[in-house]
């Protein structure tokens, strides 16, 4: 005795799914994952130890300047957009926000480096910065990245 082919399947041809069913959902590469954890954990250390400094630079007699003030505004603005902007991509919200906070990143460290070489100091010393920066926005630009944000209709 053979084996029927498919075709032939005494039961015939199986009926696709019902209607409202649709395709499966697509699932979220890691490369998008990566970058939302990346950009929480770096924000939220980033934001509490610069909070954490400039509440101890009163205690610790720190000489703390209307620039360096204003800078510490812009960093933990910046710690919390890293932050708001994973959580928004970890549940499938758009990108936008994330991927300006990498940039604004790169910018600040950009920043940094002309401020060290003005003040004659290690242009390299918040290289950290660049590094989760890129990360977060090489994550984000990667193609499996943009696939699933095009399939959700979400531009990057």
């Known amino acids: 005795m053979s084996t029927p ?9 199986q009926a696709g799914p019902g209607p409202g069913w649709g395709d499966p959902p697509v699932r ?12 929480i954990v770096f924000g939220s250390l980033v934001g509490l ?3 954490v400094g400039l509440l101890a630079s009163g205690s610790l007699d720190v000489d703390f300047g209307v620039a360096d ?7 933990v603005a910046l710690a919390v ?5 994973g959580i928004r991509v970890l549940t499938g919200r758009e990108p936008q926000l994330l991927l300006y906070a990498g940039f604004g990143l790169i910018g600040l ?8 070489i003005a003040d004659g100091r290690n242009p390299l010393s918040g290289f950290l910065t660049l590094v989760a920066g890129a990360v977060v926005v090489s994550l ?9 944000f095009a399939s959700r209709d979400q531009r990057i």
């Open 81 to 85: 957009a890293l932050v708001v902007g």
């Open 109 to 116: 460290w950009l920043l940094g480096v002309v401020v060290s």
């Open 5 to 13: 082919s498919p075709d032939e399947q005494p039961w015939g041809p």
């Open 69 to 75: 003030l204003a800078l510490t505004v812009v960093v």
């Open 49 to 51: 130890l610069n909070l």
């Open 140 to 148: 984000l630009r990667n193609p499996a990245s943009r696939a699933w």
């Open 28 to 39: 979220r590469p890691g490369t998008v994952t990566g970058a939302a954890v990346v950009a």
